[in-house]
Nanobody, 119 residues
Framework: QVQLVQSGGGLVQAGDSLRLSCFAF????????VGWFRQAPGKEREFVAA????????RYTDSVKGRFTISGNNARDTVYLQMNSLKPEDTAVYYC????????????WGQGTQVTVSS
């Protein structure tokens, strides 16, 4: 089992920055990658970014490329999402999730954290 605890988030103005953190506990050595997702009111949850522990490779959804950066620490127990140049359309509940690389994608999820960007 892997437990994920998130921190960060809050209310900011357009153009501001925020950093979200995702702390992993338990069988962290079994985690293949950690992803960030978000869900805005009335919309489906969408993929934002992912970080692969072994290679350090990352990927992003197009709408955040150049503004958001995902990274992991050397202990492989924390993943960050640095969000710059925030826009009102980035407003959502953000979730981190851990994928073990098996057929069940992202079986472990954090509790979610609200990010609100005012115009």
């Amino acid at each position: 089992q892997v437990q994920l605890v998130q921190s960060g988030g809050g209310l900011v103005q357009a153009g501001d920055s925020l950093r979200l953190s995702c702390f992993a506990f338990g069988r962290t050595s079994s985690v293949y990658e950690v992803g960030w997702f978000r869900q805005a009111p009335g919309k489906e949850r969408e993929f934002v970014a992912a970080h692969v522990w072994s290679s350090g490779s990352t990927r992003y959804t197009d709408s955040v490329k150049g503004r958001f950066t995902i990274s992991g620490n050397n202990a492989r127990d924390t993943v960050y999402l640095q969000m710059n140049s925030l826009k009102p359309e980035d407003t959502a509940v953000y979730y981190c999730a851990a994928d073990l690389g098996g057929t069940d994608k992202y079986p472990f999820w954090g509790q979610g954290t609200q990010v609100t960007v005012s115009s």
